[in-house]
């Protein structure tokens, strides 16, 4: 039942800290082999535990299952680990020497049309290139924590490499799910990094002065301009404050406001053990409750639920995911009866009970009403010529427990495809092949015109037709045509 990737890419990551174990997380999750250089001996410790936090969270934002995972390993020399890579991501200390020293080893060893992908948060790429004999072949590729979550890599080139390979490296992030923003120029920290540099220092100044705490400005992020930002970033939304007028309205109304002495941001206190202190003191009273894989899962979870919500709408992040979710091309069959949903289950979905809310198990069904719909041809282009199915009934009969992280496949049977009528009957099981569910439901062909029933014509009749035929000879479900009791 599970997915096979049949022609695994390799991805080598020199460098297993908080940021490298996420490119591990990011490249082995969607199906490719990754090798690992650390020097550090509890490297795979740490990038074991990553990988953990990964399972549980990056599969919850789609709702078609990821390749089937890669495989990792770790190694002690650097030859081995950069041999036949596709991509190769070094995320060592940010220390130029120290980068230099190894880049220079990565491409004594790696293949010399692999790009090397830079996390550097601050140098430029013409800095990592300097005394390299291949230059052109080190980019920047600048990721955001937590790498396996965030779509986001900042891809800095310099003069020196070529554009159709840093495409085809931006092709290469993409097929993880990641959203490449190509810098048009060098410069120090990128553009991310500067914007929040400019919020850091202005934080830094209301901490030392007293007027605000790190929860309270943690707070007026949160609750405020930072869920803004997540959909439309800082010029839309000022776009929108300018009202009908726009932005030029706007500009002319607050751009007066840049003159005057509201911020800090040519200036920054110095960092004394005191105010050092003071800030450690108060971050901890926020959140010292809490281990640091405590803090991270909440963010995880957070951060699900907020680019679910951006996925209805294709907003910001939401449309990276549903870029990437339209090439999880993972539907097959099982024992002669199509895979209509195949998905891992999000956290999102479990009640108090710790196991999948009834409600979800009505929307499981209903994405494989969806997927039916649009194997017969009713599909969107169905529904826009002014033709759909409706439910009518739907009856679930639960047989065992499906909590988060489970990945479950549901086969959908055609009990009936004549007229009007379409009787569906879906299975819910899981990665071992037991059921774990059942729901018989009941559709009716709609004109969308006049919202009443009618029959379906052309391709939809054409290939109910052939369906009905394949499924007429299976055996009937034994939970068919239950009801209470």
Not at 70 to 95: C, K, N, R, Y
Not at 121 to 130: A, M, N, T, V, W
Not at 142 to 168: C, G, M, Q, R, W
Request: aromatic share 6%.
């Amino acid at each position: 039942m599970s997915s096979t990737n049949l022609n695994p890419k390799k991805a080598a990551v020199v460098g297993g800290g908080v940021i490298g174990g996420g490119w591990v997380a990011r490249f082995l999750l969607n199906g490719w082999n990754v090798s690992v250089f650390d020097p550090d001996p509890q490297a795979e410790r740490k990038i074991g535990e990553v990988i953990e936090n990964a399972r549980r969270s990056l599969p919850a934002l789609y709702d078609r299952a990821l390749p089937a995972e890669g495989i990792l390993t770790f190694h002690d020399d650097m030859a081995s680990a950069v041999a036949d890579a596709d991509w190769i991501q070094e995320s060592a200390p940010e220390q130029l020497v120290l980068k230099h020293k190894i880049l220079a080893d990565i491409q004594a060893h790696a293949p010399k049309d692999c790009l090397i992908g830079s996390s550097t948060s601050g140098f430029k790429p013409s800095e990592l290139q300097e005394e390299s004999d291949n230059p052109g072949q080190i980019v920047v590729a600048h990721p955001f924590n937590p790498v396996y979550l965030l779509p986001l890599i900042e891809v800095v080139p310099s003069k020196a490499t070529d554009a159709a390979a840093v495409d085809a490296g931006c092709e290469i992030l993409r097929s993880v799910g990641l959203k490449p923003l190509v810098v048009r120029k060098e410069i120090d920290a990128h553009i991310a990094d500067r914007l929040l540099e400019a919020v850091w220092r202005e934080g830094l100044w209301l901490v030392h002065d007293g007027v605000a705490t790190t929860q309270e400005i943690d707070d007026a992020i949160r609750f405020g301009f930072g869920l803004r930002w997540a959909q439309m970033g800082l010029f839309e939304t000022y776009r929108i404050a300018g009202g009908e007028a726009g932005m030029e309205h706007f500009i002319g109304q607050f751009g007066p406001a840049l003159k005057w002495p509201w911020t800090k941001l040519m200036d920054v206190p110095e960092l004394t053990p005191e105010l050092t202190a003071r800030i450690a003191q108060q971050s901890d009273d926020q959140s010292g409750h809490m281990t640091i894989r405590e803090l991270e899962r909440l963010r995880d979870d957070n951060l699900v639920g907020m680019m679910r919500a951006l996925k209805k709408s294709g907003s910001g992040a939401g449309g990276t995911i549903n870029n990437h979710e339209a090439s999880l091309h993972n539907h097959g069959s099982i024992d002669h009866l199509p895979v209509t949903v195949d998905r891992q289950i999000p956290q999102s979905w479990t009640d108090y009970n710790g196991h999948m809310n009834e409600a979800h198990y009505v929307e499981i069904s209903a994405q494989a009403s969806d997927r039916f719909m649009e194997l017969i041809g009713a599909d969107a282009e169905y529904i826009t010529s002014g033709s759909s199915y409706f439910t009518v009934e739907n009856h679930v009969c639960y047989v065992q427990e499906i909590t988060a992280g489970d990945r479950i496949s549901v086969t959908t049977q055609l009990i009936k495809g004549l007229g009007k009528k379409l009787h569906l009957f879906h299975r819910l099981m899981t990665v071992d092949g037991r059921i774990a569910a059942t729901v018989e439901t009941m559709l009716l062909h709609v004109d969308l015109k006049t919202r009443r029933t009618s029959e379906p014509g052309g391709i939809v009749a054409t290939n109910l037709a052939e369906i009905a035929a394949e499924h007429d000879g299976l055996p009937k479900p034994e939970e068919l045509g239950r009801a209470i009791g």
